[in-house]
T-cell receptor, first 113, second 114 residues
Framework: DAGVTQSPTHLIKTRGQQVTLRCSPKSGHDTVSWYQQALGQGPQFIFQYYEEEERQRGNFPDRFSGHQYPNYSSELNVNALLLGDSALYLCASSYRTGGSEQYFGPGTRLTVT | AQSVTQLGSHVSVSEGALVLLRCNYS??????LFWYVQYPNQGLQLLLK??????LVKGINGFEAEFKKSETSFHLTKPSAHMSDAAEYFC????????????FGTGTKLQVIP
């Protein structure tokens, strides 16, 4: 059983560019959450998708947007990249019932130069 | 609103010694609580979770945590540290109902000294 997968593993972009990160959830999971983890910090919640809709959102600007497909996979898009967007982006999947744990992917390391 | 405070950004223990990582939470509703471990350049792995069934929760790799409502704490312990336990540990909280916005603490880096 494949766990949560993310692509790409690493990415280098220039300020002002746009980036798309991808996530495939663990088999049987229907909910995908995205987190940003800056160096030396804990993960910060960006947003969560369920039934192809954004259900909850953290304190991130509109430059951060997402999408969930019918097969539950998800994308995170970031527009107008800033140097401060450099971080490890983690995708987590879970089943929608409250309290079920989230399973994390290995992350995508984004570097903005 | 929910939040988590991890006391001590770095903890050092000798191999074989007790591991104690501290976590205090704040939640306006009954919480779900989690401990995750992160090894360098990897994602997070769930160690254990509390979902109101039992206050003493046993997890993987010999770790356990006790939920103490009166102290709003959920400290992580392991009786005997192993070199392979060196990693960063995150405490997290989510609300018991609805969609699961998980709030993480800032992490505690555990060093195990041989």
């Amino acid at each position: 059983d494949a766990g949560v997968t993310q692509s790409p593993t690493h990415l280098i972009k220039t300020r002002g560019q746009q980036v798309t990160l991808r996530c495939s959830p663990k088999s049987g999971h229907d909910t995908v959450s995205w987190y940003q983890q800056a160096l030396g910090q804990g993960p910060q919640f960006i947003f969560q998708y369920y039934e192809e809709e954004e259900r909850q959102r953290g304190n991130f600007p509109d430059r951060f947007s997402g999408h969930q497909y019918p097969n539950y996979s998800s994308e995170l898009n970031v527009n107008a990249l800033l140097l401060g967007d450099s971080a490890l982006y983690l995708c987590a999947s879970s089943y929608r019932t409250g309290g079920s744990e989230q399973y994390f992917g290995p992350g995508t390391r984004l570097t903005v130069t | 609103a929910q939040s988590v405070t991890q006391l001590g950004s770095h903890v050092s223990v000798s191999e074989g010694a007790l591991v104690l990582l501290r976590c205090n939470y704040s939640s306006s509703v009954p919480p779900y609580l989690f401990w995750y471990v992160q090894y360098p350049n990897q994602g997070l792995q769930l160690l254990l979770k509390y979902t109101s069934a039992a206050t003493l929760v046993k997890g993987i790799n010999g770790f356990e945590a006790e939920f103490k409502k009166s102290e709003t704490s959920f400290h992580l312990t392991k009786p005997s540290a192993h070199m392979s336990d060196a990693a960063e540990y995150f405490c997290a909280v989510s609300s018991s109902g609805g969609y699961q916005k998980v709030t993480f603490g800032t992490g505690t880096k555990l060093q195990v000294i041989p």
